[in-house]
T-cell receptor, first 115, second 113 residues
Framework: GAGVSQTPSNKVTEKGKYVELRCDPISGHTALYWYRQSLGQGPEFLIYFQGTGAADDSGLPNDRFFAVRPEGSVSTLKIQRTERGDSAVYLC?????????????FGPGTRLTVL | GQQVMQIPQYQHVQEGEDFTTYCNSSTTLSNIQWYKQRPGGHPVFLIQLVKSGEVKKQKRLTFQFGEAKKNSSLHITATQTTDVGTYFCAGPTDGGSQGNLIFGKGTKLSVKP
């Protein structure tokens, strides 16, 4: 079956604008994770969902960041009033469930550039 | 807070040489995972280690989990150009069983043919 997909692959926006990043996980995976990766760094955890609910959003940097997964499948990461420091690759991953004993399947990422 | 550290940050080898990257966690981990990220790509799962002192092999790759479950290593024998990429270790946040992982900064491997 298809892997994790993310759209758009690239997003260029201006400082202060609002952006939405979409993640379509592997069918049947109940756990969905968002990470942010800056150049030369490892992925940094933002938030994860088990089904429709956010199980842990402790990695979101501030209240400009918000994510939803209304039907337990597709998820959208929303960033308000973007800042230049938000520029990074935003990775989505899914796994069969939230147990750390499951491998996570990553999508190709969305490269966000804030001018 | 919890930290996962990897050394070295970069490694340049001649094709055929061996390569090792080391991972250290500030907390005891229930398990540790290794991922590989090719240039321009996304992380791809390689393996998971669960037991204290565990050793697993995948062809030329050997993975170890320390006795205290706080450190791990990845060793590649006779590197090939296909091994190029960044290797990350990752463990569950706060050492627990939930899937929100904390990643090291990775070791970037380049292989000269």
């Amino acid at each position: 079956g298809a892997g994790v997909s993310q759209t758009p692959s690239n997003k260029v926006t201006e400082k202060g604008k609002y952006v939405e990043l979409r993640c379509d996980p592997i069918s049947g995976h109940t756990a969905l994770y968002w990470y942010r990766q800056s150049l030369g760094q490892g992925p940094e955890f933002l938030i994860y969902f088990q089904g429709t609910g956010a199980a842990d959003d402790s990695g979101l940097p501030n209240d400009r960041f918000f994510a939803v997964r209304p039907e337990g499948s597709v998820s959208t990461l929303k960033i308000q009033r973007t800042e230049r420091g938000d520029s990074a690759v935003y990775l989505c991953a899914s796994s069969a469930d939230v147990s750390s004993y499951n491998e996570q399947f990553f999508g190709p990422g969305t490269r966000l550039t804030v001018l | 807070g919890q930290q996962v550290m990897q050394i070295p940050q970069y490694q340049h080898v001649q094709e055929g040489e061996d390569f090792t990257t080391y991972c250290n966690s500030s907390t005891t981990l229930s398990n540790i995972q290794w991922y590989k990220q090719r240039p321009g790509g996304h992380p791809v799962f390689l393996i998971q280690l669960v037991k204290s002192g565990e050793v697993k092999k995948q062809k030329r790759l050997t993975f170890q989990f320390g006795e205290a479950k706080k450190n791990s290593s990845l060793h590649i024998t006779a590197t090939q150009t296909t091994d190029v990429g960044t290797y990350f270790c990752a463990g569950p946040t706060d050492g627990g069983s939930q899937g929100n992982l904390i990643f090291g900064k990775g070791t970037k491997l380049s292989v000269k043919p």
